[in-house]
């Protein structure tokens, strides 16, 4: 979503967005670097993202059921809330079993 503001920015004003703010950007081109040679998020900081996502969503149809009244959408709440807790505690046992 973000992209696609600044893409239709860049359209409307033909300008590139934030460009005053560019100073303030600590170390961009060693951030730049660190993505070429293909650092990623490591795996802890993967299930998280995917744990927060997983929040989401839930806030997202607990939202759903008041505004629309239909219970469908708090059962769905609650299979994903149960997939994503099952799924950390997965992760969890395997680390620490890993670690032992």
Do not use: K
Request: charged share 15%; hydrophobic share 55%.
């Amino acid at each position: 979503m973000y992209s696609f503001g600044i893409t239709l920015w860049e359209l409307l004003t033909g300008s590139v967005p934030f460009v005053e703010f560019e100073e303030l950007a600590p170390y961009p081109d060693e951030l730049q670097e660190a993505i070429i040679q293909g650092l990623r998020p490591t795996i802890p900081d993967r299930v998280i993202a995917i744990d927060l996502i997983g929040v989401l969503l839930v806030c997202l149809l607990v939202l759903m059921a008041g505004v629309t009244a239909q219970q469908a959408f708090l059962d769905v709440a609650m299979v994903v809330a149960l997939i994503s807790f099952v799924g950390t505690v997965a992760y969890a046992r395997y680390i620490e079993r890993e670690g032992s």
